[in-house]
């Protein structure tokens, strides 16, 4: 059972704005750590796509974006295309835990 | 770019030991970084396993109760899993992966292995 709390699934038409939270405590996303965030494509492993809250590697596309605040963070999509459809994880480091953590995980349907 | 990629049985049996090597290429591991394994059991969410560094550096899951073992082999430019008294439970999609990030418990996972599925099953 995940520490680390995310809405199991989220739908929107190609061209909208989806949001997923993922809702952790204060011995890990309110403790200050770091969220990041990954992609995973039905059949593939995951690929990440944003570190320290809101930092995108290379080759992501700016319609992803992070934020963090207080014990809980947010991936928003915007522009949704049919190639967003997937599944979202969030993870963090738990203290209470001593080790990192992922969220439970939500697929993006686009309508 | 670095690349990753798993590699062991496919099929285990219950009280037996799974063990899995992940090999890297166009990134020498002695170079730095931690590496990592992480699962995922069929149709559910992500586990992180433990990671090691090149010096032989280790953490692990405390969820996994001792049961695991992570080594590093740099002459061969991989690491390795071994999960001891392996149960159904452990039946997952094993993936390795390169751990980035400046402080311990800030690191994120990036690039990941194509992932390899071990069934515990007699």
């Known amino acids: 059972q995940s520490v680390l709390t995310q809405p199991p699934s989220v739908s929107g038409a190609p061209g909208q704005r989806v949001t997923i939270s993922c809702t952790g405590s204060s011995s890990n996303i309110g403790a200050g750590y770091d969220v990041h965030w990954y992609q995973q494509l039905p059949g593939t492993a995951p690929r990440l796509l944003i570190y320290?809250?809101?930092n995108r590697p290379s080759g992501v596309p700016d319609r992803f974006s992070g934020s963090k605040s207080g014990t809980s963070a947010s991936l928003a999509i915007t522009g949704l295309q049919a190639e967003d459809e997937a599944d979202y994880y969030c993870q963090s480091y738990d203290i209470n835990l001593s080790g990192y953590v992922f969220g439970t995980g939500t697929e993006v349907t686009v309508l | 770019q670095v690349q990753l990629q798993e590699s062991g049985p496919g099929l285990v049996k219950p009280s037996e030991t799974l063990s899995l090597t992940c090999g890297v290429s166009?990134?020498?591991?002695?170079?730095?970084?931690?590496w990592g394994w992480i699962r995922q059991p069929p149709g559910k969410g992500l586990e992180w396993i433990g990671n090691i560094y090149h010096s032989g550096s280790k953490y692990y899951n405390p969820s996994l109760k001792g049961r695991v073992t992570i080594s590093v082999d740099t002459s061969k430019n991989q690491f390795s899993l071994k999960l001891r008294s392996v149960t159904a439970a452990d039946t997952a999609v094993y993936y390795c992966?390169?751990?980035?990030?400046?402080?311990?418990?800030?690191?994120?996972?990036?690039?990941w292995g194509q992932g390899t599925l071990v069934t515990v099953s007699s």
């Open positions: 166009s990134y020498s591991i002695s170079s730095g970084y931690y």
């Open positions: 992966a390169r751990v980035s990030g400046s402080k311990y418990a800030e690191f994120w996972f990036d690039p």
């Open positions: 320290g809250n809101v």
